[in-house]
């Protein structure tokens, strides 16, 4: 059973920036395509960004992008989320999500509710 560890985050001003990881443990990374979510107080889960299994295809919500950067390290079983200039609309819980299938409307994404395995996330805070 693939489970997914998420670190990285914590109190940052607006403006600062944080790196998140997702690592991996009882499987294989390479197999899975991962994606970013988050989750605001109130509000519903949304996917932030995704990589394909290979990291040849990514996606971006309209919000993070140009800010955020998705990256993988399939030799160390490890996920990235570089966000830089946050802001205070970033704060939320952030998990990774993984799955072995690809989703394309047009682009590859990672549709929130289909995503197989999670991990219990972690809380990104933007705040002076």
């Known amino acids: 059973q693939l489970q997914l560890v998420e670190s990285g985050g914590g109190l940052v001003q607006p403006g600062g920036s944080l790196r998140l990881s997702c690592e991996a443990f009882g499987g294989t990374l390479d197999r899975y395509g991962i994606g970013w979510f988050r989750q605001a107080p109130g509000k519903e889960r949304e996917g932030v960004s995704c990589?394909?299994?290979?990291?040849?295809?990514?996606d971006y919500a309209d919000s993070v992008k140009g800010r955020f950067t998705i990256s993988r390290d399939n030799a160390k079983n490890i996920v990235y989320l570089q966000m830089n200039n946050l802001k205070s609309e970033d704060t939320g819980v952030y998990y990774c999500a993984a799955d072995t299938r690809r989703w394309y409307i047009g682009a590859y994404y990672c549709p929130v509710s289909l995503m197989s395995y999670w991990g219990k996330g972690i809380l990104v805070t933007v705040s002076s």
């Open positions: 990589i394909t299994d290979s990291g040849s295809a990514t």
